[in-house]
């Protein structure tokens, strides 16, 4: 199976769901899981399509999908980030920050830990702040904390076309345009695009790859191993 990423995704009444925008793989087994569907005609979201959804890829690329139009609507939708409330207690270890300036140029900000009976002194005792003015006489209106989450399993890992590729003397070699998969959805090659000057793109066995992460794929051979690999 060759999915490349930036082909269209089509349901099975042949109506275009959107884009292959990012592949979701297991980082021990580097096998993909899902893809990531960029929205399209139908879809207002991004959607998570797991791999057992996918019935074909077409020479062109195109990937069809088991799923007509309407149930592909009913796919998950991908949150990247969503917003957490804490708990109280949590709450209470978050450092919080105000800004210490007097309103004039560049104000720079205070960091502190919330503290039970904390106090702020009043505006005629505050000290001097040469870099910004004075401290303020009143406690910063603090916002409730949040934390971060994605829908996706924590230990998800997501590639697109753009994901670094690096050889092991740490030399960037390109970024991923597509990937090759065999019918249990392990990588089997990488197609990498060195970039504007350089050339045709690179073939990179999964043998090479040494580990993978969402900032980059690192490569167990060097750079001039990997150039060697032209398709």
Do not use: C
Request: charged share 25%; glycine share 10%.
């Amino acid at each position: 199976m060759h999915i490349e990423l930036g082909r269209p995704v089509m349901s099975r009444d042949g109506k275009r769901i959107g884009t292959v925008d990012q592949l979701v793989l297991d980082p021990e087994t580097r096998e993909v899981q899902a893809i990531i569907v960029h929205r399209g005609f139908l879809l207002t979201e991004d959607r998570i399509v797991d791999r057992a959804l996918i019935d074909a890829v077409a020479p062109d690329g195109t990937v069809w999908l088991v799923l007509d139009a309407a149930q592909a609507d009913e796919l998950p939708q991908f949150v990247e980030t969503e917003f957490v409330r804490l708990t109280a207690e949590e709450a209470a270890t978050v450092p919080y920050i105000w800004p210490s300036g007097g309103g004039l140029g560049t104000v720079p900000f205070v960091w502190g830990t919330p503290a039970s009976g904390q106090t702020i002194p009043e505006p005629r005792l505050a000290p001097f702040d040469p870099t910004g003015g004075t401290l303020p006489s009143s406690p910063p209106p603090v916002a409730e904390p949040i934390e971060t989450a994605s829908n996706l399993p924590a230990e998800a890992v997501r590639i697109d076309r753009g994901t670094a590729v690096i050889a092991s003397d740490g030399t960037r070699i390109g970024k991923v345009e597509h990937v090759h998969l065999n019918e249990d959805g392990e990588i089997i090659s990488l197609a990498v695009d060195p970039g504007l000057f350089g050339g045709e793109h690179l073939h990179i066995p999964a043998a090479w790859i040494a580990s993978v992460t969402e900032d980059a794929i690192r490569l167990s051979v060097d750079a001039t191993t990997a150039r060697r690999g032209r398709r």
